[in-house]
């Protein structure tokens, strides 16, 4: 069985940082495309980072030069390392790991992130 747990959200001050972990079970990530989303309460999902098999990182405009991506195959985890952080960033995080070949998705439960300004 597949499993993504998603922690380290938490109530921080604008400015401040966290580091998000994706604890993954039943499959290894480094085969794997892994990404990390948000989604506010009412709005659709949407991306964060990603980072390919290859180790290419893709990030969404608004996070680019504050937040991080990273996989430790070692302990089949991805990070999502959160810098000067804004009120904006407020959201529930989530992991998504993609399988290569099918395409097949599966998604943690989120963390959440709030932050004051």
């Known amino acids: 069985q597949i499993q993504l747990v998603e922690s380290g959200g938490a109530l921080v001050q604008a400015g401040g940082s966290l580091r998000l972990l994706c604890a993954v079970s039943?499959?290894?990530?480094?085969?794997?495309?892994v990404g990390w989303y948000r989604q506010d309460p009412g709005k659709q999902r949407v991306l964060v980072a990603s980072i390919s098999s290859g180790g290419s990182t893709n990030y969404e405009d608004s996070v680019k030069g504050r937040f991080t991506i990273s996989r430790d195959n070692a302990k089949n985890a991805a990070y999502l390392q959160m810098n000067s952080l804004k009120a904006e960033d407020t959201a529930t995080y989530y992991c998504?790991?993609?399988?290569?070949?099918?395409?097949?998705?599966?998604w943690g439960r989120g963390t959440q992130v709030a932050v004051s300004s």
């Open positions: 998504n790991v993609q399988f290569p070949f099918s395409g097949q998705q599966y």
């Open positions: 039943g499959t290894t990530v480094s085969n794997k495309r």
